[in-house]
């Protein structure tokens, strides 16, 4: 067991903090910081939990398809092309880079409340999967452009299930306004089915829905899963057709803090097998093949972020911040959402933790902040300081505000490290300057 958030983060011999076995002093030593490092095995054997428990407990075609919006550069997709799981995509960037990591895109989802005709064009020459239409005038659109191509596009439709997932309220209004996809309860669900089973640009396969995000209770999903069945019956029933397939979307919660419950993902699937199966029973309509989008709990906790100290400021009877050389253009959470976050410092990992402190960043912003207040080990300027659970919607959402460079990703495998994505050098910056 880790005293870490992280079982895969421990204590060396030289009192230093390791990941996946690899002393991280000497990955910053090695690569600089600030470093995103991820555990490859950990992403690998989140897929194939995922994968796993899928097939087990749903019927034929069913599979998780990584949310790459988590964590999207090139390898990511080779790791989930190898362990035999699929992805979704939420703008052409990403879908252009899993095609150029040799991504097989008929393995992708394509979602977006507002994909412009070039994504439409561009998502049905490259063969996408699926496409989750989000609305009649991208329905009317993407019809269009398939009978240009001569394509009959698969689709998904995005449904609005009215479910809170943080007061597991059904049919709160505040669900159902969101601007995502179509309600059930305005109608607007029914109506654009019909559209789509006479568009004969695209083939109708299922329904879409996605509940929220950071869930840690298993009832948001099996109560979205009960409308979305009933959906699917009713709609049998009104027009004929049968779905095949029903997307649950991604959501499921991570540990990021160690007051966080644990979430088993294994059990919530086979809590969500029963309830459907109950449902399509109950219903009398088949099985649909199950698909699940998990983002954030695929790689979440794959990842850490390692930077160096830069000042301690002490301010007499307020607070103490701790200045890093990275912050909140490699990791946004914090100032977007209060997150919460632990670290140590690795170079003292084996010290007590009893200097409370708080992490800035070196933006000029002053809420470029990672934590607030959290309990440290005593830092000095040089020290390494590693952030846990950084693995999603970190690189991710980076930006170069500021004109920082983003970091590099470094994977660490079987004791040995290798840079994944290079760290952004000035030359990058000044790109697409003119
Ligand atoms: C964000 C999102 C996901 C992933 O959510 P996580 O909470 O990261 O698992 C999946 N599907 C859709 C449509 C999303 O918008």
């Not at 029914?190 to 006479?198: C, H, M, N, P, Y």
């Not at 946004?332 to 976050?341: F, G, I």
Request: hydrophobic content about 35%; proline content about 3%; overall charge neutral.
């Amino acid at each position: 067991m880790s005293e870490f958030v992280m079982e895969n983060c421990t204590v060396n011999a030289s009192g230093h903090l390791a990941f996946a076995g690899v002393d991280t002093t000497e990955l910053a030593k090695e690569y600089g910081t600030p470093l995103m490092l991820l555990d490859e095995e950990k992403i690998r054997e989140n897929a194939r939990l995922y994968k796993n428990a899928m097939k087990k407990y749903f019927t034929g075609n069913s599979r998780p398809l990584y949310a790459s919006k988590a964590l999207s550069y090139k390898g990511i997709y080779r790791i989930m092309q190898e362990e035999g799981v699929g992805s979704d995509a939420v703008s052409c960037g990403e879908i252009y880079t899993a095609k150029s990591a040799g991504f097989d895109v008929s393995n992708m989802v394509f979602h977006g409340n507002n994909k412009t005709g070039d994504d439409l064009r561009y998502a049905v020459r490259v063969g996408i999967g699926r496409i989750v239409v989000d609305g009649e005038e991208e329905l009317e659109e993407l019809g269009k452009i398939c009978k240009e191509q001569g394509i009959r596009q698969k689709i998904q439709l995005r449904i609005t299930p009215g479910i809170d997932p943080h007061t597991h309220k059904a049919i709160s209004t505040g669900r159902v306004d969101s601007k995502f996809g179509n309600a059930i309860v305005t109608g607007q669900a029914e109506k654009i089915t019909r559209a789509a089973l006479s568009n004969e640009g695209v083939e109708l396969m299922g329904f879409h829905c996605h509940v929220g995000s950071q869930i840690f209770e298993t009832e948001p999903f099996v109560s979205a899963s009960a409308i979305m069945m009933e959906f699917i019956a009713d709609m049998k029933k009104k027009t004929g057709f049968e779905a095949a397939e029903l997307n649950l979307g991604g959501g499921f919660g991570v540990r990021y803090v160690k007051q966080h419950p644990y979430f088993d993902y294994e059990k919530a699937i086979e809590e969500l097998s029963v309830k459907i199966k109950e449902q399509a029973i109950r219903y009398g309509v088949k099985m649909p093949d199950i698909m699940l989008e998990p983002g954030r709990s695929m790689v979440a906790a794959a990842g850490i972020t390692l930077y160096t100290v830069g000042s301690v400021k002490e301010i007499p009877e307020m607070k103490n911040y701790v200045s890093i050389d990275g912050g909140m253009t490699d990791n946004p959470r914090y100032a977007l959402y209060q997150s919460q976050y632990e670290a140590v410092i690795a170079n003292k990992a084996a010290e007590k933790a009893d200097y409370i402190c708080s992490i800035a960043g070196r933006c000029c912003e002053s809420g470029d902040l990672i934590a607030e207040n959290i309990p440290l080990q005593k830092a000095k300027k040089g020290d390494i300081l590693a952030v846990f659970v950084t693995g999603a919607y970190n690189y991710s959402m980076a930006s170069n505000y500021n004109r920082l460079p983003r970091p590099a990703i470094v994977t660490v495998k079987d004791g040995k490290s290798a840079v994944a994505v290079k760290r952004e050098s000035y030359e990058d910056l000044i790109r697409n300057d003119v």
